[in-house]
């Protein structure tokens, strides 16, 4: 499986998905630079953490009008698999490849916690190996993580099952207390129509090792890794 | 030569913050009279705090020699070896006055501050922690209602070091009347370099050319260094438009471009513009390297139009950095530089004559010899005297204090007391994870993170205590050496060096000068006699307002060493059963104690003694005990004794345990719970484990208490055979987690500087 | 050509930061403050000498990054030359 | 009574969301920006029918709140009865 790891100015979890996919998965990875438009030689693209261009304007919003990101909806329609996390879940949102977008947290302060989130949604090849309402350990680290979609969108989202992770309590409820940023419908991450384009605000990547805590983000990977062994690693391109 | 602006005449030099003496010393050097551009490079770099004119001396008693250290104080970090081929870069600064005037701003410029010293040393910074004091929080000026000091500086610090993606790990907040109209900020930073890798603030290399690159320069912070180097008065506001503004994000893409660009190899020398900006650069990067420079100001990148060769020198502007590149590859460097859409300008050139010349619109503005501006800075010999009323405070009688009727009460009261309560609400505002290496976040004794690829640890601690060092600057300066020290090795942690940060009042007040002085030797004792070298550090004088000076604070920042990340400790109790067990010596002292001053409002009488032989004894007993694996929690008692450190070992864990304990002995009942004292620490071990515990703490000849068995949902402390303390976990977790809940969390009011939405 | 845009939260947007603002206006004895928000205004300098020309780029910016019409409404000001955004009538300058 | 306010960053005063927003557009084909600063609007309805004394009154609200005078400039403008705040002759509605 060959991953990218997508950098742009600002980007920080860059290093942090590197060493996870290289050194914890022991897959093929490389960095790409946000001018890099020649995507034919990844499987999986990663969008990682930070804060591109320092998150003015709106977060997301400079680094989702950039080459490589004008670039995925074709690496998506030749079956490409993509996978944003905090910034990077900002910037499919802002580039329009995930609806809704992510608002100034309720408390209107950065927060870097461990949360819990519900698995939803379990036909994304990030999710096809978990259960659904499986709960997973991941923290956040963000000061803009507020989904927000209008009412009828977010209606149509649920309704297709778009909606990937929830934020519960650590025994699967959903609560307004577990929401940590005052996301619609506790809301933590989206998927595109086809499942091929995942986004959520936690970090997998730092859910990946027993010593930093929780293992439950290696989790996204193996369904990934899982499904690509089934699918082939070509991806019918 | 031409002379821009007004004409210089001695009163000019001592609105320069000058001296008469000084400015007459500098007719000396130059055998003339300076241009006005000329005075404004002599204010700057003779300030307080770029020349340590009144510290410099003492500060050579401190002991920077080890085994593992590679480049001591006297650059921009200090650096030590962590073997594996990993050398570690440190480095603690202060950023008080800045903060004071304008809090969100103030903090997060200090955090960009220290992280550029750290990644001019070619490292990539791995950490930050943050040593803060206040003023009471129900103080006007902390103003917990409208959030501004506190709030604005905590926002400033996550700000910064959350956009900029280095993980504030760590830290202590402290509260105190005498902080109310001076807080302090002091970061320190911890940075991760490849062992022969190093670079230094260094212009070698005749003929070799400078490279400014980074932010473009505007009129920000014009006289930052000598505005720190000034007590407050009333006019200070009126000095506020120096304030700078961070820009965190073109600190990340210069961090970057930097390491691309040493990779390289064309860079021979490198050091951040920080107070004094470009002027202190490259009169201090020639002076080191025993060469001069010749610069042209015009070629300088500049945000603001019409600016004099003074503005250009002396402009604070945030960050930039100045380069010495190999003749004839600064193209590659260029390079790098484009690619992260940054300024790399070449402004001049090494030469080999000792002086600094400065050109502008092609005319010399400047021309003075680089030694003269740093080597030559007049070093005073300041009065010290022993305050007056140091005996007045430091005599106490216990009497005058009744012992508490309801020490269960007193428990509750001191684990609320914002500077013990738990500052959890402060430290999920700082990004605590990025780099994942965090393998004990904030809330713990010190933080531990991982070394990628290696199997091992650092453990980094931050400590200082403002009260004992106003009791007795001596001890206060050990002491804070010895309990940073205690909490790494709580964690695990072998020490392996140290970095400072004095922060004191007017240097021009003998009574100052004095606490100064003995800060300064209690901390090279303590560093004798626990062997931690200090490789560098930082000193904040004039920390006072309208004569009020804040209390003497030494903070002190340690880093320890783990073998086995596996082997790190936390300070809470783990398994119901494990035995509770203290070693040091029990007794404790109400003087300077949390307790005197939270509960009687009292600042007074004689710190414990520390026993340096018997604080190592200690610390390498726990150490030995860690690294055998027979330790499953270890807490040092700090701030509101025995009790406080059994409370927060039951309710600071993910999981809250409670204990039962019971001590005998003689003294007074407040002072055995509540009374501090150095050397103690408080660990929990598998019953299993009790006889291999024994005989390895044996060995240092410490005492040991077995004090009790954890376990049940409440604190029962036992004194003499009665139970004085019976808290549930309910009633201690609200206390220690719920009273700076309300005074930092949520949402505060919006201060208008807050940064990016 | 001095300009300057204006964005705003749509309607129906929760806007915490401008409830939280009017609730410290309130606890500092401004209780007549009703429906705060806050929005973004951009004043820039245009190089370019057509108003309607302007009128268009400017609009053009906002659909392309400057706005996200998921949550955001946006107007554009083309100030009349000469005259600057703070002189308007009706308006208290600073100190 | 509805009023707005606005809070800007004073000359001089380094707004790097304002040159990277800036950048931004000159990337997107849009070189003809200049001097790009943000700013802040607070649009409010204020419980007052005198318009002095609003006037009074938001100035004060500045000064206690909502500027910060270290690095900010603010200014307010009260609207005339009736007219919208984003009805300004010169001005584009968004879509
Ligand atoms: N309290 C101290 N203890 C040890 N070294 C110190 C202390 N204060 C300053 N130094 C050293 O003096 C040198 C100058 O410090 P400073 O001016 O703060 O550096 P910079 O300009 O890089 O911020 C540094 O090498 C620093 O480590
Ligand atoms: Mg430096």
């Not at chain 1, 670039?71 to 900002?90: I, K, M, T, Y």
């Not at chain 1, 802002?94 to 698995?119: D, I, W, Y």
């Not at chain 2, 050097?29 to 000329?38: D, N, Q, S, V, W």
């Not at chain 3, 205004?41 to 108003?51: A, F, I, K, Y």
Request: proline letters at 6%.
């Amino acid at each position: 499986m060959r991953f990218g790891v997508v950098i742009f100015p600002g980007t920080w979890s860059d290093m942090d998905f590197h060493h996870v996919i290289s050194e914890v998965l022991h897959q093929s990875v490389e960095y790409l630079w946000h001018r890099d438009t020649d995507l034919s030689r990844f499987d999986c693209l990663v969008l990682p953490g930070g804060f591109s261009y320092g998150d003015y304007l709106r977060a997301g919003a400079i680094a989702g009008r950039s080459p490589v990101v004008s670039a995925l909806p074709d690496f998506v329609a030749r079956g490409g698999l993509v996978l944003g996390s905090c910034n990077g879940f900002q910037i499919l949102c802002e580039a329009e490849l995930l609806p809704g977008t992510l608002l100034r947290n309720e408390c209107l302060q950065f927060r870097c916690q461990t949360t819990h989130v519900v698995v939803e949604q379990t036909e994304t090849p990030f999710t096809r190996g978990l259960r659904r309402g499986q709960v997973l350990k991941m923290p956040i680290a963000h000061g803009e993580g507020r989904y927000h979609a209008e009412p009828a969108i977010l209606r149509a989202l649920i309704d297709r099952n778009q909606v990937v992770f929830r934020y519960a309590t650590e025994t699967g409820e959903v609560t307004a207390a577990a929401n940590p940023n005052g996301s619609a419908w506790n809301v933590a991450g989206v998927s595109n129509e086809d499942g091929t384009v995942v986004g959520l605000m936690p970090h997998p990547e730092r859910a990946s090792e027993a010593s930093v805590g929780s293992t439950d983000g290696l989790l996204l990977f193996n369904s990934l890794l899982g499904s690509l062994v089934e699918n082939g690693s070509a991806l019918g391109r | 030569m031409t002379a821009a602006g007004p004409k210089v005449t001695p009163d000019l030099a001592v609105a320069h913050g000058l001296s008469r003496e000084e400015y007459d010393r500098i007719i000396g050097l130059l055998g003339r009279e300076p241009t006005y551009t000329e005075l404004g490079l002599f204010s700057a770099l003779w300030s307080e705090h770029c020349s340590y004119k009144s510290s410099r001396t003492l500060l050579k008693r401190l002991p920077s020699r080890g085994p593992h250290v590679l480049q001591g104080p006297g650059e921009n970090a200090g650096v030590v070896d962590l073997g594996d081929g990993l050398a570690l870069a440190m480095k603690i600064e202060s950023h008080n006055h800045p903060s004071f005037i304008e809090p969100f701003q103030g903090a997060a410029t200090g955090v960009g501050g220290i992280l550029r010293d750290i990644f001019t040393m070619g490292a990539r910074p791995l950490c930050l922690l943050d040593s803060l004091r206040f003023g009471p929080p129900d103080h006007p000026a902390t103003g917990a209602g409208s959030g501004y000091l506190l709030g604005g500086v905590v926002a400033g610090i996550a700000h910064y070091g959350n956009c900029f993606g280095c993980p504030t790990v760590g830290g202590e907040v402290g509260f105190a009347p005498e902080y109310a109209k001076n807080p302090l900020v002091n970061v320190l930073c911890l940075g991760l370099i490849a062992r022969g890798r190093i670079f230094r603030a260094r212009a070698e290399g005749v003929g070799n050319t400078f490279i400014y690159v980074g932010a473009k320069t505007g009129r920000d912070g014009i006289h930052g260094a000598t505005m720190a180097s000034e007590s407050f008065d009333e006019t200070s506001s009126e000095r506020r438009p120096t304030v700078q503004v961070g820009d965190p994000f073109t600190e990340k893409l210069l961090l970057e471009a930097c390491l691309e660009a040493m990779a390289t190899g064309a860079i021979v020398g490198i050091q951040d513009m920080g107070a004094a900006g470009l002027a202190c650069s490259l009169s201090e990067m020639p002076a080191r390297a025993g060469t001069g420079a010749e610069i042209e100001l015009d070629r300088v990148p500049q945000r603001e139009s019409a600016m004099t060769p003074y503005e250009l020198l002396l402009s604070e502007s945030q960050e930039r950095m100045l380069l010495v590149v190999t003749r004839g590859r600064e193209a590659e460097v260029q390079r790098v530089f484009a690619k992260w859409e940054l300024d790399a300008v070449p402004i001049g050139r090494v030469t080999g004559d000792g002086v600094l010349r400065v050109r502008m619109h092609g005319e010399l503005v400047a021309e003075v010899p680089v030694r003269a501006l740093t080597d030559d800075a007049p070093a005073y010999d300041r009065p010290r005297a022993r305050p007056a009323w140091l005996d007045a405070v430091r005599a106490f009688d216990p009497a005058t204090v009744p012992e508490p009727a309801d020490p269960t009460a007193v428990l509750l009261h001191l684990l609320a007391a914002p500077t013990i309560a738990s500052k959890a609400s402060i430290w999920r505002q700082y990004d605590h994870m990025v780099g994942i290496n965090t393998l004990v976040v904030p809330g713990s004794d010190a933080a531990v993170l991982r070394l990628k690829g290696t199997g091992k640890a650092v453990a980094v601690a931050t400590d200082g205590n403002g009260r004992y060092a106003y009791l007795d600057p001596f001890q206060g300066g050990a002491m804070a050496v010895a309990e940073a020290a205690r909490n790494v090795v709580c964690a695990g942690g072998r020490p392996l060096a140290m970095t400072d940060c004095l922060n004191f009042g007017s240097p021009e007040r003998p009574e100052i000068m004095w606490q100064f002085a003995e800060a300064v030797n209690g901390i090279a004792e303590a560093c004798r006699v626990l062997e931690i070298p200090v490789v560098g550090g930082n000193v904040s004088f004039y920390n006072e307002t309208l004569g009020q000076a804040i209390l003497p604070t030494p903070i002190v920042g340690v880093v320890g060493l783990l073998a086995d990340a596996e082997r790190r400790t936390t300070q809470w109790f783990k398994e119901p059963g494990d035995l509770v067990i203290l070693l040091g010596d029990p007794a404790g002292g109400l003087g300077g104690s949390e307790y005197l001053a939270t509960l009687h409002g009292r600042l007074a009488g004689t710190p414990a003694p520390l026993d340096l032989a018997r604080e190592r004894a200690v610390q390498a007993a726990c150490l030995a005990a860690i690294e055998a694996g027979c330790v499953r929690s270890a807490h040092d008692c700090a701030e509101g004794g025995l009790a406080v450190a059994l409370a927060e070992g039951c309710v600071t864990g993910p999981r809250p345990l409670g204990a039962e304990v019971a001590l005998d002995g003689a003294g007074r009942l407040d002072a055995r719970l509540f009374g501090e004292a150095p050397s103690r620490i408080v660990v929990s071990v598998p019953p299993g484990e009790r006889v291999r515990f024994e005989r390895i703490v044996r060995e240092w000849a410490v005492p040991v208490t077995a004090l009790g068995r954890v376990g049940g949902d409440q604190l029962t402390i036992r004194v003499d055979g009665q139970v004085r303390i019976a808290a549930s976990l309910a009633a201690m977790a609200a206390a220690f987690g719920g009273s700076f809940e309300r005074l930092v969390g949520g949402a505060t009011a919006p201060a208008a500087t807050e940064g990016a939405a | 050509m001095k300009a300057r845009i204006f964005v705003r939260l749509r309607p129906g947007v929760l806007d915490p930061q401008g409830a939280t603002i009017r609730k410290a206006l309130e606890g500092l004895g401004f209780p007549e403050v009703r429906d705060l928000r806050v929005g973004k205004v951009l004043e820039l300098t245009l190089e370019e000498t057509d108003r309607a020309r302007a009128q268009t780029r400017l609009d053009e910016m906002c659909r392309r990054l400057l706005a996200n019409p998921v949550i955001e409404d946006y107007s554009c000001e083309v100030e009349e030359s000469g005259r600057q955004p703070s002189a308007r009538p009706g308006e208290v300058p600073g100190p």
